[in-house]
């Protein structure tokens, strides 16, 4: 009957946001395990396991020279770390809150914020492990040391912004067809695994072969960050620009997606 709307100034409404962002953030951090530590200790044991089984691989195969001169660990983790935290954003925004989420019914609570905190949430998580895992290696192995920390830094940044554009067109197509986009997605997400490049050194990989790779932006950022990272490495064959295009393309369409999606969802279509 009685409705009460309380205005708000520009500067309010955006504290507000920024506000839901944060608790919204919190509560994706705490969803999967109700302790921050155990979920931090989860993610950096996986980081930990996929560069003790690519290290074990080079072992084997007997590459380890072909490699990077420099630390062969750093050069494991440089592509694991960027891989990971692509992989794990792309999971995130599209597992995100959609608009016949229940939460979407508390106001002033929308999509936007949700695919924002779990972005956040993502990126919070891949950092934290990423810096104990480097914290824990240096004092044990000895001083860790990039060539240029910030570029490195930004590339990992570069391979999160990719990873949840992408998470963004699957979120905005789920609804219309969604075993097909968690196939889809799953394909995307496994075919990272070589299409990444964190395996192989760009510069040293025939021109033919190079081909194969050069669509993933996840490709351009680990070799740029390889670039980064070590002083006698200079990337040829991949572009920064080229995922930072992509990613706001990506961005773009999912945006756009997710608008029409939005307008148009029903919770009917979940009993189908």
């Known amino acids: ?17 920024l506000r839901l962002i944060f608790v919204n953030t919190v509560r994706h951090v705490r969803k999967t395990n109700g302790s921050p530590i155990i979920g931090l200790l989860i993610n ?10 690519f290290s074990f691989m080079y072992a084997i195969m007997g590459v380890r020279g072909s490699a990077i001169r420099g630390d062969f660990i750093l050069y494991i983790m440089s592509g694991i770390f960027l891989f990971l935290t692509h992989n794990k954003a792309l999971g995130a925004v599209a597992g995100s809150e959609g608009a016949t989420s229940p939460m979407m019914q508390h ?15 993502s990126l919070y998580i891949q ?16 001083t860790v040391h990039f060539q240029n920390i910030t570029g490195a830094f930004g590339m990992l940044l570069l391979a999160w ?5 992408i998470g963004m067109v699957f979120l905005a197509a789920k609804p219309w067809a969604p075993g097909l986009v968690q196939i889809l997605q799953l394909i995307y997400m496994r075919a990272n695994l070589f299409t990444s490049g964190k395996m192989f050194v760009a510069n040293q990989t ?9 669509w993933n932006p996840l490709f351009h950022t680990i070799d740029q ?6 002083v006698n490495y200079n990337p040829h064959k991949s572009s920064i620009m080229y995922p930072i295009i992509f990613t706001l393309v990506c961005l773009t369409i999912g945006l756009l997606a997710e608008f029409f999606t939005r307008k ?9």
Do not use: C, D, E, K
């Open 206 to 214: 025939p021109a033919m072969m190079i081909a194969m790779f050069t």
């Open 107 to 121: 106001a002033p609570m929308n999509t936007a914020i949700a695919i924002t905190s779990a972005a956040l949430s």
């Open 225 to 230: 960050a390889r670039g980064f990272t070590f």
């Open 161 to 165: 912004a990719s990873g949840a554009s």
């Open 44 to 53: 950096v044991s996986q980081s930990l396991i996929l560069v003790a089984v």
């Open 264 to 272: 148009r969802v029903s919770l009917s279509w979940s009993a189908r």
């Open 1 to 17: 009957m009685f409705h009460y709307t309380r205005s708000q100034s520009g500067l309010s409404a955006a504290l507000t946001v």
């Open 127 to 142: 950092v934290l492990s990423v810096s104990v895992i480097l914290f824990v290696y240096s004092l044990g192995w000895g």
